[in-house]
């Protein structure tokens, strides 16, 4: 009877301990990142001009700029290590302490909160559609018999399986790996349409070489950009939301701005994002 009350004992202690364990992991990453020196930064390869490879192979974009602003933050003894992540798999490198935050458009929504936590908006978006001048797509009847393209996994493609539904419009929805997949389908006539964030298309048409395409003039959804961070750790998420209030309040997020849109003005949305975020200090 004694072992079976010690074995039962030490049963209740193991499975607290398993249930402890990830969340003391998760609290501590500012801890871990000061005892490592290491800051884990996630970015993606194809999510220009927010998150991407340059022509040199290095991260780059606006929200990888966000997050060198956090790295310095932490101090001189911390570098950052950047970890290139698929969009598919970003919020489970997060969830399993493979990265320490994900810099990318990742759009706020609750669904992903169950699964990581999000920093104050870092931007506001909205899904486009890329179609050809010869056949243009404005409107989501546009797409009525016609295969659009979107990459599987994100919110555009939860909006357009949702929107074509509700309206009633028949269309072939195909996956695609990439932005650049997607934009490669439509010019060689495999695809009718794709859809994604409308930054990201008007970024890769400013590149330059593709001809004969057209981006549609209206947002066909708006989405809240946020910085993805592991759940249930409050000082790593005041810490990052306190380095980009900070930001906002002093506007140097401007230069930031500036050095991936240019100087155009802002749109009054995404000022008025800026200020609502511009959280004070006391």
Do not use: W
Request: overall charge positive; hydrophobic content about 45%.
């Amino acid at each position: 009877m004694r072992r079976l009350l010690i074995l039962a004992a030490a049963l209740v202690l193991a499975s607290q301990a398993a249930l402890v364990a990830p969340r003391a992991a998760l609290a501590g990453t500012l801890d871990r990142v000061k005892e490592t020196g290491v800051f884990r930064i996630g970015y993606r390869a194809d999510a220009r001009p927010y998150s991407y490879q340059d022509a040199r192979g290095h991260p780059a974009g606006y929200v990888v700029d966000l997050c060198r602003v956090l790295a310095a933050a932490l101090g001189p003894g911390v570098r950052p290590q950047y970890v290139l992540v698929h969009a598919g798999e970003r919020f489970k490198a997060v969830h399993d302490g493979k990265v320490d935050i994900l810099c990318d458009p990742s759009t706020i929504t609750i669904a992903r909160r169950e699964v990581v936590d999000f920093s104050i908006p870092t931007y506001l978006d909205g899904a486009g559609i890329l179609s050809r001048q010869s056949a243009p797509v404005q409107r989501f009847e546009d797409l009525a018999g016609k295969r659009v393209g979107v990459l599987i996994g994100t919110t555009t493609e939860q909006l357009l399986h949702r929107s074509l539904e509700e309206l009633g419009i028949t269309a072939t929805i195909v996956p695609v790996r990439d932005h650049r997949n997607g934009m490669d389908l439509v010019e060689d006539g495999k695809l009718d349409a794709y859809a994604a964030d409308r930054g990201i298309l008007a970024a890769m048409l400013r590149q330059g070489g593709r001809p004969g395409f057209e981006l549609s003039k209206r947002y066909f959804s708006y989405e809240t950009y946020g910085l993805a961070l592991p759940r249930d750790d409050s000082a790593f998420r005041l810490f990052v939301d306190k380095t980009l209030a900070a930001l906002y309040r002093s506007g140097r997020i401007h230069h930031i701005l500036a050095r991936t849109f240019g100087n155009a003005p802002l749109d009054p949305m995404l000022q008025a994002m800026f200020t609502i975020n511009s959280l004070p200090e006391r």
